[in-house]
Each structure stands twice: as structure tokens, then as C-alpha cells.
């Protein structure tokens, strides 16, 4: 069973930087397409992100490219989801995704199996 476990939010203003990790266990991490999602209250979740596995092609929401990097280190296990001039309304709880059998990333949630519990991110203004 794939387990994923994020970390790294917090609480920050507008403009700031912040990095989030998502550490995976039980499943061969390099093996799995890997995404970032968000989800603010009383709205769907969203995609943010997603990696290939050998962490060369990314896809990112055009709300966040050129702001957001996705990066993974396939030896540790874990995603990471560096967040730069954060605004207010990306205040929402990111979770960490993973899929085994998808060769590139998917801006659909349904597209992947595992989940991670989420780690909440807050931007003041």
C-alpha cells in the first residue's frame, strides 16, 4: 500500500516563498507519476502541478507556471513543491498525488490512486 505524507505549509503573506514535501513509502517511488493538487474551502480540487518519473516532464496550471517548481528526488522518496510569490487566494489545503501506470502527468484528479492527507497552506495579504 503507497503511502504519502506531506509537509511544509504554513502560514504566510503575500509574496512569500514556501516549499512543500510529499514522502512516499510502500511503492516504488520512481515507478509513480507524481502531482500536486489543491483544494480551498467550499471549492473542487484543483491541479497545481505534475512530474514524470524521471522528474523531466512537468505540466503546471497556468496559474502557477513560472511561479511554482515541481522537483523530485527519487532516492529520498519525495516530491517537492517549491511555491513562490504566494497570494491570498492560494490559501488551500495542497495534497500530494501518485499514479503507477500513467507515462506523464494528468491535470485530472481521477487519474490518480493515492493521496496523501494534505498540508494546509494560508496567504495573508
Known amino acids: 500500500q503507497v503511502q504519502l505524507v506531506e509537509s511544509g505549509g504554513g502560514s504566510v503573506q503575500t509574496g512569500d516563498s514556501l516549499r512543500l514535501s510529499c514522502l512516499a513509502s510502500g511503492g516504488i517511488f520512481s515507478s509513480f507519476t507524481m502531482a500536486w493538487f489543491r483544494q480551498a474551502p467550499g471549492k473542487e480540487r484543483e491541479f497545481v502541478a505534475s512530474?514524470?518519473?524521471?522528474?523531466?516532464?512537468?505540466l503546471f496550471d497556468n496559474s502557477v507556471e513560472g511561479r511554482f517548481t515541481i522537483s523530485r528526488d527519487n532516492a529520498k522518496k519525495t516530491l517537492y513543491l517549491q511555491m513562490a510569490s504566494l497570494k491570498p487566494e492560494e490559501t488551500a489545503l495542497y495534497f500530494c498525488?501518485?499514479?503507477?501506470?500513467?507515462?506523464?502527468?494528468?491535470?485530472?484528479?481521477?487519474?490518480?490512486?493515492?493521496w496523501g492527507q494534505g498540508t494546509q497552506v494560508s496567504v495573508s495579504e
Open positions: 512530474l514524470s518519473r524521471n522528474g523531466r516532464s512537468g
Open positions: 498525488a501518485a499514479v503507477g501506470d500513467l507515462l506523464y502527468g494528468s491535470r485530472a484528479a481521477e487519474a490518480y490512486d493515492y
